[in-house]
């Protein structure tokens, strides 16, 4: 209910005041805040407020926020841009994301590995920015630019960033997590992440100034799809910010139960 009521409200929010917007707000903060009471007075809640008591628990997983929001918002704006102003195909726009994929298939087990050495900070420092890098390049993609001039090195930096980053975050988060929540620690960061996509691609159309039918001008569509990738670059900057300030360098020790103590 939060979530949708919170999508719902962003949605609004790029036609205008409405009541619409007023209710759904409300709705989105008043059932996100009962959540939250019921977690914390429930004996077995399906969300341990425990698992937020860790300092790098919490952080990773603010950080998550951000970078997914990042993610979602980029492949959503880059896949309209490649189909709208360049005049690719549903499956050509695909394609051209396909090195982000492949890189992560290929050196996720080394990113996992590497972070496991040096710590979190590192990489979930190194990998916002990296990807971050990858959308200055790609932001002045327009109707005149090849994709092996203009769309192919952003795509490979950004997606060398993203393999940095998201086998240590998710090792970190379950890493850090009690033994008998693991399982929880990882359901909680899937949350966020999902949650932060879901955020990012209702609000950012209403940011870039995008409704209606402007999807289907070339010209529109490629004022807006500037400023996403701009915000989309700015949230990756804050969430190596949050890493670089926030986690330790080296690799933290999982929480212990007392019954796991004795």
């Given at each position: ?5 919170a ?99 290929a ?20 990998g ?23 769309v ?34 990882s ?76």
């Open positions: 209910l939060t979530l949708g009521a999508t719902y409200a962003l949605i609004a929010a790029g036609e205008g005041f409405s009541s619409l917007l007023v209710t759904t707000a409300v709705v989105a903060v008043a059932a996100g805040g009962g959540f939250v009471v019921r977690q914390l007075r429930s004996r077995y809640p399906s969300v341990p407020p425990e698992l937020f008591t860790d300092r790098v628990f919490t952080v990773v997983n603010i950080e998550t926020l951000f970078v997914y929001a990042a993610l979602s918002g980029t492949s959503f704006f880059l896949v309209l841009q490649l189909q709208t102003s360049l005049g690719y195909s549903p499956l050509q726009a695909g394609i051209a994301t396909l090195p982000m994929t492949v890189l992560l298939t050196f996720s087990g080394w990113a996992g590995a590497f972070g496991e050495r040096v710590g979190p900070r590192v990489p979930l420092t190194a916002p920015l990296l990807a971050a890098a990858g959308l200055l390049l790609l932001v002045g993609v327009d109707a005149q630019d090849g994709y092996w001039t203009a192919f090195l952003g795509v490979l930096i950004f997606g060398a960033g993203l393999t940095t980053l998201v086998a240590p975050l998710t090792a970190t988060v379950m890493g850090v997590a009690p033994h008998h929540l693991v399982g929880t620690a359901g909680v960061n899937n949350a966020v992440a999902r949650t932060g996509g879901l955020l990012a691609v209702a609000a950012l159309p209403a940011v870039a100034g995008l409704s209606g039918y402007a999807y289907e001008d070339p010209a529109a569509l490629t004022s807006g799809y500037r400023v996403a990738m701009w915000v989309s670059a700015a949230l990756l900057v804050v969430g190596a910010g949050v890493a670089a300030v926030a986690l330790p360098g080296r690799r933290p020790a999982p929480q212990s139960t007392p019954q796991e103590e004795r």
